[in-house]
């Protein structure tokens, strides 16, 4: 099977790196999608669809510009296409561009009704997918990108809160993430926690790693916190992500309980499963579904809302080690999140896709 695969992400990100695992069993050629060039990438990635040289494209995100090309690519050479998404696409841009949102539901429609196949990083997206005409999907959420024994992460632990001078007894809540600011939500990833730290004295330390936009508004929330109870250290290199996850006791979930935050799992909750850490989330099905026993479920409609973080801040006063340490001593049991699972159930996944549009 000859394999087109793109990224609309952009070459040498996350998404790139899931879709080579995803289809490494086949003779794949990626094609560079530039974010910045949008119809420029789009044109070239048509006139490689009309080239006649691969027998399925695969495409692991949403965007209209690579959608749009694969949707042509359809109907004009009858080419199929499997998409793979992590985001419910209509209300996903609708929240950046309200006044779009009955064109972007056209888009999301035509995008799974024109499909041979979708792959979704929930079950919920999949669920959505097929009820918008996608002849066939399957579930891949994805995977720790790191494996570490137990007594590699308890050194990584040590060394990092001795570090940052945080106590062995001191429970420690921590994200890590690209930290991008919104004005119309005053949020970015770690808002609610350092908000929630600051609501009332708590014993608790606060640890979210990260750089962007949202940096400069976080130093700003912490305050006379910032450096001694609330640690914001930046960016940090990836492969240093395992042992920053070890020190942290109780990693945090943040979603919006709506259209877009429901639909979600996040990649971080394979890296959270992989360190061993507990977690607290909104009540999104997913902190339902995949409750293991390691999970504390807040009240509240998104992580800006007033009652999550009192919550939260609530929650950061009275949990103990002791209780921390009985919740993750609990065995993870998500075999969802198994690399080489997902990778064989996608490679026969495609094979049935292209062998089904055969026969059409």
Known sequence: MRVLACATEGAGGEDERRLRALVAAYDATFFTFSKREKRASAIRLLQLLKSKQFDLFVMEGSGIAGGAAAILGRWLWNLPYVVSSGDAVAPFLAARHPLGKPLFALYERALYANCSGFIGWTPYLVGRALSSGAPRAITIPGWAPFTLAK???????????????????????????????????????????????????????????????????????????????????????????????????????????????????????????????????????????????????????????????????????????HEVAEKARIPSSYSEFDKDAQIARVTSFLKDVLAAHKDR
């Open 151 to 321: 007594e590699d992460l308890l050194q990584a632990r040590r060394s990092i809160r001795e570090r940052f001078r945080i106590p062995d007894d001191a429970v420690v809540f921590g994200i890590i993430g690209s930290l991008n600011w919104s004005r119309r939500y005053q949020y970015c990833y770690g808002a609610d926690l350092v908000r929630a730290a600051r609501l009332r004295k708590s014993p608790a330390y606060v640890l979210v790693v990260g750089d962007g936009s949202g940096l400069p508004f976080l130093r700003e929330l912490a305050g006379d916190q910032l450096g001694s109870t609330i640690l914001l250290p930046g960016r940090i290199p990836r492969d240093e992500v395992p042992g920053y996850l070890a020190a942290m006791d109780v990693g945090c979930i943040p979603q919006s309980v709506n259209a877009v935050g429901s639909f979600r799992y996040t990649t971080k909750l394979s890296e959270y499963r992989a360190a061993g850490l507990p977690f607290v989330s909104n009540q999104i099905p997913m902190a339902y579904d995949l409750d293991d026993g390691k999970i504390w479920r807040l009240p509240g409609s998104s992580p800006w809302d007033p009652k999550f973080i009192e919550s939260l801040s609530e929650l950061m006063t009275i949990l103990s080690m």
